[in-house]
T-cell receptor
């Protein structure tokens, strides 16, 4: 069974540009979450999508946005890139994260997209 | 108070010893608990999940949950140099009408050969 697939794996962008990252969840998983990881801040939650709807959102500026398609694939976009946006962006999928004590809420991470803003 | 707290380490243990990693959480509404391992430059990988009080064993790994004291721990028996990584504790809690997955900042483990 294929895992979570993220593309691209590595990219370098210039300040002010925008970037789109893609995520294909594990087959059958309907919930997709995005996280930003930096050495100083750890894992920070960006947003979660379920059935093409944003179900949760973290404390990030509006420059960060995302969407989910009918096949559960998701994209996130960052506009007007800043140097501080340099990070590892992780996508994670689960059957349905909105379950309390069910194994269905377990999230599995992709390999991530390393973004460097220069 | 942080919602999920871990000692950042590094925690150094000799090869073959038991490594004990601890995590405390603040919200009693937390319902499920997870340990992830993250090697440098890689993404987090699920090791264990635990939902009920007590111990859960999987190979060399044992997760322990104590909801009354609000802590969850991970024991690694017969530690190997390949276990050297950062271990992230995560909880899934119900708040504001939905579930949130909260991560600790991780404990760096170094297993000395």
């Amino acid at each position: 069974k294929a895992g979570v697939t993220q593309t691209p794996r590595y990219l370098i962008k210039t300040r002010g540009q925008q970037v789109t990252l893609s995520c294909s969840p594990i087959s059958g998983h309907r919930s997709v979450s995005w996280y930003q990881q930096t050495p100083g801040q750890g894992l920070q939650f960006l947003f979660e999508y379920f059935s093409e709807t944003q179900r949760n959102k973290g404390n990030f500026p509006g420059r960060f946005s995302g969407r989910q398609f009918s096949n559960s694939r998701s994209e996130m976009n960052v506009s007007t890139l800043e140097l501080g946006d340099s990070a590892l962006y992780l996508c994670a999928s689960s059957l349905d994260r909105d379950r309390g004590r069910s194994s269905g809420n377990t999230i599995y991470f992709g390999e991530g997209s390393w973004l460097t803003v220069v | 108070q942080k919602e999920v707290e871990q000692n950042s380490g590094p925690l150094s243990v000799p090869e073959g010893a038991i490594a004990s990693l601890n995590c405390t959480y603040s919200d009693r509404g937390s319902q499920s608990f997870f340990w992830y391992r993250q090697y440098s430059g890689k993404s987090p990988e699920l090791i264990m999940s635990i939902y009920s009080n007590g111990d859960k064993e999987d190979g060399r790994f044992t997760a322990q949950l104590n909801k009354a004291s609000q802590y969850v721990s991970l024991l690694i028996r017969d530690s190997q140099p390949s276990d050297s990584a950062t271990y992230l504790c995560a909880v899934n809690l119900f708040t504001s009408g939905t579930y949130k997955y909260i991560f600790g900042t991780g404990t760096r483990l170094k297993v000395l050969a």
